[in-house]
């Protein structure tokens, strides 16, 4: 009875609202109070920096709201407002993205703990609105921290839980959350959006303390280290992404506790995998197609499951090769590309072979790419990944070719 009564108590306190993924966010950076948040428009981000525009309108939101002339202005200026102390938001998509870059490199070793949004969309050229994961994946290996989202409730929870990482001072570094554009960037889902009262319970205010750039401190920015201190700030970095590890963790059970929901697993849902013999892998909206797809041949006996990452850096690699390890394959569906890396595979396939390496027991691994472009990823094209997953299954081996599902002859 008292579950019932701490449910309903918990109900009461939020309210339902059909929005966007976009629209999501900017609920959530709301109730996270913001102070400063930039906006240049391109598509399928711009929907967000309209949404966060129209709350400041309403006087729902007061911060300042700054439009530049280009990404590169747009994350220079709230990478300097967040080391005077203000709560930032930016985000872009595609070549936006990549015209930020030089913005982009300093902004961990800075340890600037802002939130960006990334609006997966594919590169140019050719030029295509449709989404690809290559964009936020730039950034990989320069010590942002990287997550994918499929839902608009995700793309809400995880923009909270976010700041609440990116500001602990075990931390201190940015992070890119990325949403399918599109497929969850403009379609609307029924989401809960708490109040207020619970959010400021979940998230401290945002503190620099002795690393504020102020008067009053004056603190070095930027400095040129060369060969005297450089590696030893690399090496500050890496110590800090190992220590997102425990914090993000602790802050998804933080969430359970205040919200009364969140995934106990914060760096990856498993669908249907406890007795999988093939486990699918993949990022973001991809999700949706391939567990239709395992309802289906579920109901025809083939035992296939999903795991979607959530987080991409850090990377899970414990807790992957454990709930890997059972399995008989694994097929890893990539919506990115990699030319010329190991066995031409995308990013994700061979990310799963290094967390694999050293395990005791390595299933054959078959590396996909499908949906670039914004293309749909059909139930056929999941269903023949995995009959190619299950004759490797039968033979032991792993195939070394990648398979490009979806793509005409």
Known sequence: MAVVTQAATAASDEKELLISGSEAVAEALTLADIDVVTAYPIRPYDTVMQAIAKKIANGQLVAEYIVAEGEHSQFEIVKHASTVGARVFAGS?????????????VTPPLRVPMLALVGNRALDDPGAFGVEHN??????????MLCWIDTSQEALDTTLIGYR?????????????SADGAFLTHSQALTLVPSKQKVDRFLPAY?????????????????QANEDWVI???????????RAYTVIEEAYADFRRVFGRGPENPWFEEYMTDDAEVVLIGMGTISLPIKVAIREMRAQGKKVGLLRLRWFRPFPYERLVTAL?????????DRNYSFGSPFASGVVA???RAAMYNAERRPPLISFISGLGGREVMLDDVKKATDICYAAARSGQSDAKTHWLGVRD
């Open 93 to 105: 998509s595609g070549v936006g993205w990549a015209y930020a870059m030089e913005c982009l490199v």
């Open 135 to 144: 964009d936020a994946l730039f950034v990989r290996d320069l010590g942002w």
């Open 165 to 177: 990482i990116a500001e602990d001072r075990r931390v201190f570094l940015p992070l890119a959350i």
């Open 207 to 223: 503190n620099r303390g002795d690393l504020q750039l102020h008067p009053d401190n004056p603190i070095t920015v930027a400095p």
């Open 232 to 242: 030893e700030i690399r090496r500050q970095n890496d110590e800090a992404m190992k």
């Open 325 to 333: 390890s059972k399995a008989q394959a694994i097929g890893v569906i």
């Open 350 to 352: 061979n990310e799963v």
